[in-house]
């Protein structure tokens, strides 16, 4: 409580019958945003909470110092609504500016990693997967202690998409959109958490703990048994991050293939190739995906090659993996139990970008 | 003489041990080894990728598998009249290793697409690998 005497001289000020009191409410943090990403005066944390600065343009972070949105590749600038350095794909979209932001149409695209804007809406289970995200930064910025599962039950509107979610707890994540009424329409996907270190652990439902290797297979098998065939489109900073991290992909699938194009001289390249993560368990993210799918478009890719004067390559570029998820149930039954489950095959479609360098074979 | 009789009935045992060869050709959907009187097709499991190979006549593969295809997701394999070899997989998508029957030897095409009806045997799209055609 703070008390203003405005008087020229010292007069004693009474109070008669005050009474202050302190009702905490469950919301730790509401954020409002301008469509570009900058916050609204009505943005507030609650005091003794960590802010959570990831919850903006597809879960990118927010420094808070700079008030730029740190991407990977470049700074974005949401009071300026423009970038601060040169984009990278400036050839590919030669009409705009090269430091636009998301076409300069912030509701209907974003921008997650600065290297290039991001295609469409998304989808309701990639706000589930940002949102899960999301609760896995935050636990990294040591705030999970003041958290309980009945706290937060706010509605944040996201910028970036357009659309409006709602984080209910921590764990507990709910997923849906604002209809024409402004009601918030619950869809089917709801996911229950907890965060361990860095993997999350499946607490509720009727998936048992430990039966999948990371959180991004059970994904893949949650939607298969509920997400009735919904084709996914996935370019969230998690799943870039997680694309990223697959060593084998990286080094021996996409390496194989870009060394055998035997680039002499820097320029755009594009196309596909058949890509593999390595792995061909059930229960990992990985594992699920396999292979790249030649029938929706393998492991499609676009970007720079600069050669430099040692001969040796860097590349700049966007992937997607297209794929298929049909698991053979028959398999799953044999080793998740009795039951023998079924779903719905759905295309899945996975973007990132990476920068990879080829030394010449001496 | 008892020696002979003993090498008759190992013979004889092991003629019976041999595989009938009497298999028609069509749909693969399990592991296993598949023959008949032009091929033997092997079809089995490598650290959960699906493995294939065809052997001719002689003896000597003609097919091997040259991808990884995982077992936890759906394949199928399909002989057809002309002795092409499909393979469906979702995980990695459809080919046929065509035979050139002036050499003998096969060739793979991976197929960038859906498979449709038009773009497949009959008998292929009647069989329950039907599934994987759109």
């Known amino acids: 409580m703070y008390v203003s005497n405005e008087n020229p001289t010292l007069v004693d000020v009474y109070f008669d019958d005050v009474k202050m009191s302190y009702t905490p409410s469950n919301i730790l943090q509401s954020n ?29 972070e ?32 030669a009409s705009l500016s090269p430091y636009h932001y998301s076409f300069n149409n912030p509701a209907t695209f974003t921008d997650a990693n600065g290297a290039d804007v991001l295609w469409g809406l998304y989808t309701r289970e990639e706000f589930a997967r940002a949102n899960m995200g999301r609760d896995q930064a935050w636990s990294h910025g040591g705030a999970t202690g003041d958290l309980s599962p009945e706290a937060m039950a706010e509605s944040v509107h996201s910028p970036s998409v ?10 507990q994540v709910e997923s849906g959109y604002r209809d024409a009424n402004n009601n918030f329409i619950h869809d089917q996907y709801y996911y ?3 965060v361990v270190d860095t993997r999350m652990e499946y607490v509720e439902g009727e998936i048992q703990t430990g039966w999948f290797d990371d959180p991004q297979g059970e994904f893949f098998f949650n939607h298969w048994r509920n997400g009735n065939g919904q084709e996914l489109h996935l370019n969230s900073v998690e799943w870039h991050n997680y694309m990223k991290k697959n060593d084998y992909l990286a080094t021996v699938s996409i390496a194989t293939h870009l060394y055998g194009l035997n680039i002499k001289n820097s320029g755009w390249i594009k196309g596909s190739f058949h890509g593999e993560t390595g792995k061909s368990d059930w229960s990992s993210g990985y594992g699920m995906l396999n292979g790249s799918n030649a029938r929706v478009g393998d492991l ?22 297209n794929d298929i998820m049909d698991p053979n149930a028959a398999y799953l039954g044999d080793i998740i139990g009795a039951a023998l489950f079924s779903g719905t095959p759905y295309n899945v479609h996975i973007s990132w970008t990476d920068l990879i360098h080829i030394e010449p074979n001496k | 003489m008892k020696i002979n009789i003993a090498a008759i009935l190992i013979l004889a045992l092991q003629s019976c041990s041999e595989l009938t060869c009497d298999w028609s050709g069509g749909v693969i959907t399990d592991y296993g080894s598949y023959c008949n009187n032009d091929l033997k097709i092997k079809v089995y499991e490598d650290s959960n990728y699906l493995r294939y190979e065809v052997l001719n006549q002689k003896g000597n593969v003609v097919i091997k598998t040259d991808m990884n295809i995982s077992k936890f997701q759906r394949w199928g394999l399909f002989l057809d009249e002309q002795k092409n070899l499909w393979v469906l997989s979702s995980d990695v998508g459809d080919a046929v290793w065509k035979l050139d029957s002036s050499t003998g030897r096969y060739n793979k095409k991976m197929f960038h697409y859906y498979l449709t009806k038009d773009s497949v045997p009959r008998e292929l799209y009647n069989s329950k690998l039907k599934y994987f055609i759109k």
């Open chain 1, 300 to 321: 499609e890719y676009f970007g720079y090659a600069y050669v430099h004067d040692t001969g040796s390559v860097s590349y700049l570029l966007s992937f997607t993996w």
């Open chain 1, 62 to 93: 927010l420094n808070t110092t700079s008030q730029l949105y740190a991407l990977e590749f470049r700074n974005y600038d949401p009071i300026l609504g423009r970038l601060h350095q040169v984009d990278p794909m400036a050839d590919k979209y």
């Open chain 1, 192 to 194: 229950s958490y907890n």
């Open chain 1, 32 to 60: 409002e945003y301008y469509p570009y990403g900058l916050q609204t005066v009505n943005s507030w944390t609650r005091a003794s909470a960590t802010g959570n600065n990831f919850l903006a343009n597809a879960g990118t």
């Open chain 1, 162 to 171: 357009g659309k409006w979610y709602r984080v209910s707890t921590v764990w």
